[in-house]
């Protein structure tokens, strides 16, 4: 894609970040989290960590400090990454079996996505621009403030794709009928409407993939939130958080509503869940 090109589909910037190194930006975004569930009594029972660009072996090492200064020297770091930048419906799935079975009200779940390039080439592609970011979020039941989890769905198209461009054309012309089905699925499963969704939340894929969406779910473009789009462009799997909390900051997500969050993962997986702002 040409210049011009990505700043048709909204992109602008992208953060680059070349001071902290990845295991500081876990740091600086768990330690808060850490801090408020011991001083709230909470015991956190797992660490979930969702990157696309670090190795599966380096991750408990990336928690190491943290683990140290918060007795979490016990506590597992569970690494996902098969489902690329829809791995946060895989937690959200995940930690709905977790903390619906074995947690008692005083344990919680840390969700913990970073992603840092390790050079230039890796934060651009055909199709994309990615930045260097990192988000966490505590997850626990039975919360009686913050944002609920009213239901979730997951989806492979179960095909397999690789570099031959006339599979990648084919992805990127058709996925959006896999999104518009786990929507779907969410929504009638919570026999909610799509008249009742405030703001559609996604990853940041571009305004001609959200126009498609929004034609393909017959709902009005003027959901879909793209306000974080021009200055991070595509994050990873920190998308969805960074969004929602820029949503709650700027007003356009307010206390009561309903919204939908919906994440699209390279290689054929799709998350949506729906959730209340408390």
């Not at 079975?101 to 005083?106: H, K, Q, T």
């Not at 239901?151 to 492979?156: D, I, Q, R, T, Y």
């Amino acid at each position: 894609m040409q210049e011009e090109e990505y700043k048709t589909s909204g992109f602008r910037y992208i953060p680059e970040e070349q001071i902290c190194s990845l295991e500081e930006m876990i740091y600086r975004v768990s330690a808060p989290l850490l801090t408020r569930a011991a001083e709230s009594g909470l015991r956190v029972q797992a660490i979930v960590f969702a990157s696309v660009t670090n190795p599966i072996e380096q991750a408990r090492n990336l928690f190491m400090r943290l683990l140290h200064e918060f007795s979490l020297e016990e506590v597992p770091v569970l690494k996902l990454e098969e489902y690329g930048c829809a791995t946060f419906h895989l937690y959200v799935y995940l930690s709905k079996g977790f903390l619906t079975g074995v947690a008692s009200e005083d344990e919680a779940i840390l969700f913990v996505t970073a992603d840092k390039a390790r050079n230039g080439a890796e934060r651009s592609d055909t199709f994309m621009i990615f930045g260097d970011a990192a988000s966490a979020a505590l997850c626990k039941s039975n919360a009686k403030h913050g944002h609920q989890v009213l239901a979730s769905g997951l989806k492979a198209d179960g095909i397999a794709y690789d570099s031959t461009p006339e599979r990648i054309k084919m992805y990127f012309s058709t996925f959006y009928l896999s999104v518009r089905q786990v929507v779907n699925q969410v929504l009638r499963e919570s026999g909610t409407t799509m008249h009742q969704i405030s703001l559609i939340l996604c990853t940041n894929l571009g305004l001609d993939t959200w126009s498609i969406l929004a034609k393909a779910l017959g709902c009005s473009m003027e959901l879909f939130y793209t306000d974080t789009l021009g200055k991070m462009g595509h994050l990873h799997n920190t998308d969805i958080l960074l969004n929602i909390e820029e949503a709650v900051s700027s007003g356009r997500l307010r206390k009561g509503d309903l919204y939908l969050a919906i994440t699209v993962g390279f290689g054929g997986y799709y998350g949506c869940s729906l959730h209340q702002y408390e």
